[in-house]
């Protein structure tokens, strides 16, 4: 699950210039971690209409990563009014809309990680997405992002009482030891890992 979060309302406002808006919420992530979904969406268009923007209309696509422009076009006509779309969704869903619609788009959200759900508990930083995973070597802890230094060979030394000194959150590396103790593969930790290969992370390629 794509983990965002919502751009300062000021710098919304300071970027889109223009005065017809359309608004466009996803069903899917942005939904699920309250940035982007219906309640979010109807906020967003109440704030922009009391800065004396004229909302033309809105919608929460199911997913706005993947999606019929023509199917979005039929069921939501005002969109041929905007002059502007403002899209509550990751990145990707914010390109792939700039893509399909030919309409200037702005981007609502910020994304920061690839994350998950569990228990109902929004879990940020799980993946860092590098075309490389080895994290059966770390008890399934990915150091590149829960580790706020990305170090791939042991903890640093700096961490007090279990906490990173860079942004106090738990040293990756503490969890790491406990779950490979925990299933009896202490062995991974001796493993040296050389730097990642970023060609791995595949790119598009023209």
């Not at 869903?93 to 788009?105: D, E, K, P, Y």
């Not at 940020?124 to 791939?152: D, F, H, N, S």
Request: aromatic residues 6%.
């Amino acid at each position: 699950m794509i983990i965002s979060r919502q751009k300062e309302f000021k710098d919304i406002l300071r970027v889109l210039k223009e005065q017809n808006i359309f608004i466009i919420g996803c069903g899917k992530c942005a939904t699920r971690t309250h940035v982007g979904g219906e309640p979010e969406v109807l906020d967003m268009k109440k704030r922009l209409a009391a800065a004396r923007k004229n909302i033309v209309g809105w919608t929460v696509l199911s997913s706005v990563c993947s999606t019929s422009w023509d199917e979005v076009l039929s069921f939501n006509p005002g969109i041929k009014k905007a002059d502007a779309l403002l899209v509550m969704s990751c990145g990707g869903g914010a390109s792939v809309i700039s893509m399909l619609s030919g309409i200037q788009v702005y981007p609502a959200l910020d994304t920061e990680s690839l994350g998950g759900v569990c228990r109902d508990e929004i879990m940020k930083e799980q993946c860092g997405m590098c075309g490389e995973c080895t994290i059966w070597e770390y008890g399934g802890i990915c150091p590149l992002v829960q580790c706020a230094k990305g170090l791939l060979n042991g903890p640093c030394g700096g961490a007090a009482d279990g906490k990173c000194e860079v942004d106090d959150r738990p040293c990756a590396w503490d969890g790491i030891y406990e779950k490979l103790k925990k299933m009896g593969k202490l062995e991974y930790l001796e493993i040296l890992h050389e730097p990642k290969d970023h060609s791995k992370k595949q790119r598009r390629k023209n």
